[in-house]
């Protein structure tokens, strides 16, 4: 109870702290283009209406992208991570590719696949596959060879050594990695829907600030920023939940 109080309490700080310096900054440049604080959130409250079905799009392409780049880079990064056949052919793949930005495949995939959720989509899935990818092999790599053996000496089989062995020691790397991504989700998110689309809180922003809707166009600004602490919370949420061993100190 005193740790969520904490939170809580540095959330409200922090929260302060920024509508504090945001305020002195729109005083000091005294231009329309930075409103003061006040104006953009009395601005949030009456267009929040007008803002939810945008909202929700955007939290249904960053789930559903998620869910696909987690778990598709979270299976085969542990399988490459455990096996050095594997390792030896996916290392030099992932070497070369893990580097190269993937916004660059925004233009390709508008040709392929149009306007809408799916280019967003598989950009943000490619994005977090292969981070995720990245984190869950370096873990699987870094288990003790002698943990595995030990286990492995009271027969245990390969399925009894990932179920408690691999995954156990993953999972808080992985989980990681997943609050990494959600941050890294919202930035491409942002980016496809802003380039691409006629929904979601990016095509918001970008279409007030069209109109020189400033006020508006940070009220979407905003709410991009509560739904990235929303999730940011739900993921700390599902650690709790899913890795009770781990004790943390949030």
Do not use: C
């Amino acid at each position: 109870m005193k740790l969520r109080l904490k939170k809580i309490i540095g959330y409200i700080g922090a929260t302060i702290a920024i509508l504090l310096g945001w305020a002195l900054l729109a005083l000091l440049i005294d231009n329309p283009a930075l409103p003061q604080p006040v104006i953009s959130l009395a601005q949030l409250y009456y267009s929040f209406p007008d803002m939810l079905p945008h909202l929700g799009i955007s939290l249904w392409r960053i789930l559903a992208a998620m869910f696909i780049g987690i778990t598709g880079g979270a299976i085969l990064g542990l399988l490459v991570g455990r096996s050095p056949r594997a390792d030896l052919v996916a290392a030099p793949l992932l070497y070369v590719l893990y580097p190269v930005p993937k916004v660059v495949f925004v233009p390709v995939l508008l040709v392929l696949m149009g306007l809408g959720s799916a280019p967003a989509i598989t950009l943000i899935a490619i994005v977090i596959f292969f981070q995720t990818m990245v984190t869950a092999r370096d873990s699987a790599k870094s288990i003790s060879p002698d943990l595995v053996l030990s286990v492995r000496s009271l027969g245990a089989s390969k399925l009894d050594i990932a179920r408690h062995v691999v995954i156990p020691y993953t999972l808080p790397n992985i989980f990681t990695a997943l609050r990494i991504s959600a941050g890294t989700a919202i930035a491409v998110l942002f980016l496809t829907e802003s380039i691409a689309g006629n929904t979601g809180i990016g095509f918001y922003v970008i279409n007030e600030w069209g109109r020189m809707n400033f006020p508006a166009m940070f009220a979407g600004i905003i709410a991009m920023a509560l739904m990235g602490v929303i999730m940011y919370e739900a993921i700390n949420l599902a650690e709790r939940r899913f890795i009770r061993w781990k004790s943390t100190a949030e």
